[in-house]
């Protein structure tokens, strides 16, 4: 399976579990490459090093419909890029891990200030790459919460609320308890891949 992403709330383990599994697959002589919610076809090399801020992910208001849409062609036109430039090749001859993917806008719209039909969004999700597996980093919001804290409970119950329903609807996202002590976590993972 050598295009994994992992989906999960603020707080739910992604980075640790994420630098946990690449480790343990370059130590059986894997190639590991890593990507974040959307490749890096269409950036700038100076604009693809900057660190993105996530401190306050819900702190400015969604773009407008128009804007919206133009902003999910790029996102789409992006990831075909992308795959067919380099990801394609990655996964061939190792392991791609994502932390998020594009899958990801259709559980929290706000973050990425989509202000569109989600329908026009769940149609273009569905018309892009799409992982071999996707694993759903799950935990209570009072758990998510305690880990990081730049997301209020509200919005962890309501994101969690989503993910989990996308993973009722969608057989192939696996759900594992990211509640535990994270070699668990690990072990679980390494498993599934």
């Excluded at 380099?86 to 998020?100: T, Y």
């Excluded at 273009?124 to 694993?135: C, E, F, G, N, Y």
């Excluded at 997301?151 to 609320?161: H, K, M, Q, S, T």
Aim: charged share 25%.
């Amino acid at each position: 399976m050598p295009f994994i992403a992992f989906l999960g709330c603020d707080g739910s383990g992604k980075s640790a579990v994420i630098t946990g599994i690449g480790e343990r697959l370059r130590a059986n002589g894997v190639a590991v490459a890593h990507g974040h919610w959307m490749p890096k076809a269409l950036h700038r090399q100076s604009a693809v090093n900057k660190p993105v801020a996530a401190d306050n992910p819900h702190g400015l208001p969604p773009r407008g419909a128009f804007l919206s849409m133009m902003k999910l062609m790029w996102l789409a036109v992006n990831w075909w890029l992308a795959w067919w430039r380099d990801l394609r090749r990655s996964s061939r001859r190792g392991v791609v891990l994502f932390d998020r993917y594009h899958v990801d806008l259709l559980v929290d719209p706000r973050r990425y200030r989509y202000g569109g039909p989600m329908s026009l969004a769940r149609l273009a999700s569905s018309l892009m790459p799409r992982p071999d597996l996707v694993i759903y980093l799950d935990a209570p919001a009072e758990v998510l919460l305690a880990r990081k804290q730049e997301v209020p409970l509200e919005a962890l119950e309501r994101g969690r609320a989503a993910y989990l329903a996308l993973a009722a609807r969608d057989g192939g996202i696996r759900v594992i308890d990211a509640s535990r002590p994270l070699e668990v976590v690990l072990d679980e993972v390494a498993a599934l891949i």
